[in-house]
C-alpha cells in the first residue's frame, strides 16, 4: 500500500505540466532565446544603417548579408552532426558565449575607432558559424524537454519569438540608434548573448537524451566519419518521404516568398511608387504583426482541423492575396491610386498573409519534430537550414533580376500561380493525405 502511494506521488512530481509554459526547461529555453534574438534583431538593424554610414554603399551592406547566409548554408550540415554528437545544451550556451564575445570584441575595435569593414565581415563570418551550431541543436533539443502533446505549442511558442523579434527589432533598433548609438547597441546584443546563454545552462535534459550523445569518443569527429554521418542523415531523409516532401517545400516557399518582402516590396515602394520609407516598413510590418497573433492562436485551430487542411487553406489564401494584390500596381490604375491608398492595401494583404503563415510551418514544423528519430534529428535540422537558408539568396537574385525586366504585376501574379500549383502539390503528396493526427 505504502510503495503504491509513493509510486503514484513519483509519477505525479515527474509529470510535466499541460501548458509548456510551465515546463520550467522549455521557459528557460524559450525566455533565452527571445532575449538573444532580440538583441540580435536590434544588432542586425544597426549594423546594416551603420555600414552604410560607413561607406555610402549598398553594395557593401550587400556583401555582408551573403557572407553571413553563404557561412549559414555551408555549417549548417555539420552543426546538425554536432548537434547529433555531443549534448545539445552545451552546445546552446557555449555558442551564446561565444558571439557574445566576438560582438563584445567588435564594440571595443568600434569604441577604439579602428574597426574597419573588413571586421565587420570577419565577425558575420564567426557569428554565422556559431548561428549555424546553435540552430540545429535548438531544433533539436526542443523533443528532449516537452512531452508530446506540448509539441504543437512548444514549435508554436518558438515561432512566436522569431516573429516578435522581426517585428519588433525593426522598431526598437530605429530608435535606439538615434538614442544611444551603435556602440550601445553592440555592447546590448552582447550581453544578450551572455544572459541567454546562463538562462540555457539552467536547462536539465533527461538521462536518455544525455545517452545518445555521450557514446562518442572524441569532440570533433573525422572527416572520414563526418562524411558518413552526412551522408546517413541524409539517406535518412530520402527515405522519409513525409520528411523529404516537406523539406523540398520549405525550400520552395523560401525560394518565392522571401524575395518578394525583402527584394519586390523595396523596388516597388522605392522606385516604382516613389513612396516614402515609413510607408514600406507599415506594410513590412504588418505581415510580421499578424504572424505574431497568429502564432499563439493558431494552436487553438489546430486541435480541430487536421493538418493538412490547414497546409491546404493557408496555402490557398498566401496565392489569392499575392494575387488581388497585383492590380493595384498596373501601371494604368495608378494614377487612381494614391500612395496612402496602396500601402493600405499591401498592409492589408499583408495582415491576411501573416495570419496565414503559422497555418502552414506550425504543422510542418511538428510533423518534422514527431517523424525525425532522435539520433537523426540535428542532421535533419543542420540540412534543412542548410537548403532552405540556400534558397534564400537565388530567390533575392531572381527577383532582383526580374524587377527591372518584368511588369510587376506579372511578378505577383506569377507568384501566386506557382504557389498555388504548389499547393496542389504538397497537399496531394501520398504521405500528407495519409496523415493521421
Not at 513519483?10 to 532575449?35: D, E, H
Not at 554610414?53 to 556583401?63: C, E, G, I, P, Y
Not at 540555457?200 to 536518455?208: F, I, K, T, W, Y
Not at 503563415?357 to 514527431?370: A, D, E, G, W, Y
Request: net charge positive; charged share 10%; aromatic share 14%.
Amino acid at each position: 500500500m505504502g510503495t503504491m502511494m509513493t509510486f503514484e506521488m513519483n509519477a505525479s512530481l515527474t509529470k510535466k505540466p499541460t501548458s509548456v509554459l510551465r515546463n520550467r526547461n522549455f521557459s528557460l529555453l524559450f525566455s533565452g532565446k527571445i532575449i538573444s534574438q532580440l538583441g540580435d534583431q536590434i544588432y542586425a538593424f544597426a549594423l546594416s544603417w551603420y555600414i552604410l554610414d560607413l561607406t555610402k554603399s549598398s553594395l557593401q551592406m550587400a556583401v555582408f548579408l551573403v557572407v553571413d547566409t553563404l557561412v549559414v548554408a555551408i555549417v549548417s550540415p555539420f552543426g546538425g552532426i554536432v548537434a547529433d554528437r555531443l549534448n545539445r545544451k552545451r552546445i546552446l550556451v557555449w555558442m551564446d558565449v561565444i558571439r557574445g564575445i566576438v560582438v563584445l570584441l567588435a564594440a571595443f575595435l568600434l569604441y577604439s575607432h579602428i574597426l574597419q569593414i573588413w571586421m565587420i565581415y570577419v565577425s558575420a563570418i564567426f557569428l554565422g558559424f556559431c548561428g549555424s551550431l546553435f540552430s540545429p541543436a535548438a531544433g533539436a533539443i526542443i523533443p528532449n524537454i516537452v512531452e508530446d502533446n506540448q509539441l504543437t505549442q512548444a514549435v508554436s511558442l518558438n515561432n512566436f519569438t522569431g516573429s516578435f523579434c522581426a517585428a519588433s527589432g525593426l522598431l526598437v533598433g530605429g530608435m535606439l540608434y538615434k538614442l544611444i548609438g551603435v556602440f550601445a547597441i553592440f555592447v546590448i546584443n552582447a550581453l544578450s548573448y551572455f544572459i541567454s546563454g546562463v538562462l540555457e545552462a539552467g536547462v536539465r535534459l533527461p538521462n536518455v537524451a544525455k545517452a545518445v550523445r555521450t557514446g562518442t569518443s572524441s569532440f570533433i569527429p573525422s572527416m572520414k566519419k563526418t562524411v558518413e554521418e552526412l551522408k546517413e542523415g541524409l539517406q535518412y531523409v530520402v527515405k522519409n518521404r513525409l520528411i523529404l516532401n516537406l523539406t523540398i517545400f520549405n525550400a520552395v516557399f523560401n525560394l518565392l516568398v522571401f524575395p518578394v518582402v525583402i527584394v519586390l516590396f523595396p523596388y516597388t515602394f522605392n522606385v516604382i511608387l516613389k513612396a516614402e520609407p515609413f510607408q514600406l516598413a507599415l506594410s513590412q510590418s504588418s505581415g510580421w504583426i499578424a504572424i505574431l497573433a497568429s502564432n499563439l492562436l493558431a494552436p487553438l485551430f489546430l486541435k480541430r482541423f487536421k493538418f493538412r487542411t490547414s497546409i491546404f487553406f493557408a496555402l490557398l489564401t498566401y496565392s489569392a492575396c499575392s494575387l488581388l494584390m497585383s492590380p493595384a500596381l498596373l501601371p494604368q490604375l495608378r494614377p487612381f491610386f494614391s500612395n496612402w491608398t496602396i500601402t493600405a492595401w499591401f498592409c492589408a494583404g499583408g495582415l491576411v498573409l501573416g495570419l496565414a503563415m503559422p497555418f502552414i510551418f506550425i504543422p510542418i514544423n511538428v510533423l518534422f519534430q514527431r517523424h525525425t528519430l532522435d539520433q537523426y534529428r540535428g542532421r535533419f535540422w543542420g540540412m534543412q537550414s542548410s537548403l532552405t537558408t540556400a534558397m534564400m539568396p537565388l530567390g533575392y537574385f531572381i527577383a532582383g533580376f526580374l524587377a527591372q525586366r518584368v511588369a510587376m504585376t506579372v511578378l505577383f501574379a506569377g507568384v501566386a500561380v506557382i504557389m498555388f500549383s504548389v499547393d496542389l502539390w504538397i497537399s496531394n503528396v501520398k504521405e500528407v493525405r495519409n496523415l493521421k493526427e
